[in-house]
């Protein structure tokens, strides 16, 4: 490992300053101080209790499992399978029961890791499945790994401020194209001076540059991340996430083709080249696909003024 975190070590993120959704966010405090697998497995009787419920989501879930070929469990089953780990994978996100960064590592493990020891900045391309938080894991493993996302209900916690000054964490707010675009230039400054940025390819804005036809429905890939790579020339590393029992399996994959010069045909061959990474997750965890199977986005996207940046950073 050739990246130290030592540049990132202030502002300090820890665990403690991540949050559960806002629908469960008082059984977060009765939780937080719970073994991590105790508040796991109360989330998880919560999401399957609250699917059973709201019977139109058990059937949604359903509908989607039964879509999938070759599962070898009935679909409600699976459709089980993924309210329960929805319910996990909340608890994970605030990383309930974890209260020190260094405690996070022994979980972990990392594939592909010679793909992140690269010269000068690079984009790191996560998707909405499996094990969240893909990012935060690998800053406890020691890489300086900056992330750019909505972060909606950080945006007025006072222990984020720092770090959302010092660009350790760029905010794209919702509903507002101008700060969206100041964060886009933010990402685009910090990639050409060698940082290493997360970005989410999915998600609920922007432009849609492309869809990847799955079973039961498509994952939708804005635009964004395509016009930075454009513009910066990085490479863009996919990195997908799941969990096998208790430990976070996190694969960074080969870097995708080099930007081509024109951005339709550089979606053309980003698509070609992530559809048979989505496709084989999708066919071998389809139980940690809960966005898939309910997205809480719709499929539009919400704001249709962001999407790509020209070769001087304006919008287009």
């Known amino acids: 490992m050739t990246r130290a975190i030592t540049a990132l070590a202030r502002p300090r993120i820890t665990p403690g300053m991540f949050h559960t ?14 073994p991590g697998p105790v508040s796991e497995a109360v989330l998880a009787t ?46 994970e996100e605030a990383f309930l029961g974890v209260s020190r960064l260094e405690d996070l590592p022994r979980g972990v493990i990392l594939e592909g890791q010679a793909h992140l020891d690269v010269a000068g900045g690079a984009i790191l391309l996560g998707f909405h499945l499996g094990s969240p938080q893909a990012w935060f894991h690998l800053r406890a493993l020691g890489y300086p790994v900056r992330f750019a996302g909505r972060l909606a209900r950080k945006a007025g916690d006072p222990r984020w401020a720092e770090a959302l000054q010092a660009r350790e964490v760029i905010r ?6 101008q700060e969206r675009m100041r964060g886009l230039y933010h990402i685009r400054d910090l990639l050409r001076d060698g940082a290493m940025v997360f970005l989410t390819a999915d998600g609920p804005f922007g432009r849609e540059a492309f869809r990847i036809d799955l079973p039961g429905g498509p994952l939708v890939v804005r635009r964004g991340w395509l016009a930075l790579r454009s513009l910066t020339r990085v490479p863009t590393l996919p990195v997908l996430a799941h969990r096998d029992g208790r430990h976070h399996i996190i694969v960074v994959h080969p870097a995708l083709p080099p930007p081509a010069v024109d951005l339709a045909r550089d979606a053309a061959q980003c698509r070609a080249a992530l559809t048979p990474l989505i496709e084989s ?14 997205p809480p986005w719709p499929a539009s996207p919400d704001d249709e003024t962001i999407g790509a940046l020209d070769s001087e950073g304006r919008a287009t």
Do not use: K, M
């Open 172 to 177: 794209l707010p919702e509903g507002s194209p």
């Open 281 to 294: 997750y999708v066919r071998r965890f389809p139980a940690q696909c809960r966005y898939l199977a309910l």
């Open 21 to 34: 959704s806002s629908r469960v966010s008082a059984l977060e405090r009765v939780l937080r101080p719970l």
């Open 46 to 91: 919560a999401a399957i209790a609250d699917g059973l419920v709201h019977a139109t989501r058990f059937r949604r879930a359903r509908a989607w499992a039964a879509a999938q070929p070759g599962v070898g469990q009935p679909p409600w089953r699976l459709a089980l399978a993924l309210l329960a780990n929805h319910g996990r994978f909340c608890a």
